[in-house]
Nanobody, 124 residues
């Protein structure tokens, strides 16, 4: 079973930085894309950043230039460095990992697992 464990959330002041980490365990088949989503209070969950296995990254417009996603493939860990935080960044942050697995017919499929979420609160 693929398991994701996040860490690094908490309370920060506007303008400060925070770093989230997410360690993936339970798969030996390699991990494809890894990402971060957030869900602000009363809103839908949305993509913040995604990084492919070769390091290509994409970001939501709202975080471009402030957030950086990175990964350590040897450690199966993805990071989100968040700088210049704003109160509107307040949300629960979830990490994701896409992994390959063989289904009951031996056909390779891609699955996605989610972390449990970590709260980031930015005070003004």
């Amino acid at each position: 079973q693929v398991r994701l464990v996040e860490s690094g959330g908490g309370l920060v002041q506007a303008g400060e930085s925070a770093r989230l980490s997410c360690a993936v365990s339970g798969t030996s088949r390699g991990i494809n894309d890894m990402g971060w989503y957030n869900q602000p209070p009363g809103k839908m969950r949305e993509l913040v950043a995604m990084i492919s296995s070769d390091g290509s990254a994409k970001y939501a417009d709202s975080v471009k230039g402030r957030f950086t996603i990175s990964r350590d493939n040897a450690k199966n860990t993805v990071y989100l460095q968040m700088n210049s935080l704003k109160p509107e960044d307040t949300a629960i942050y979830y990490c994701t990992a896409d992994y390959r697995y063989a289904d009951d017919y031996g056909v390779w499929q891609v699955g996605r697992s989610w972390g449990q979420g970590t709260q980031v609160t930015v005070s003004s």
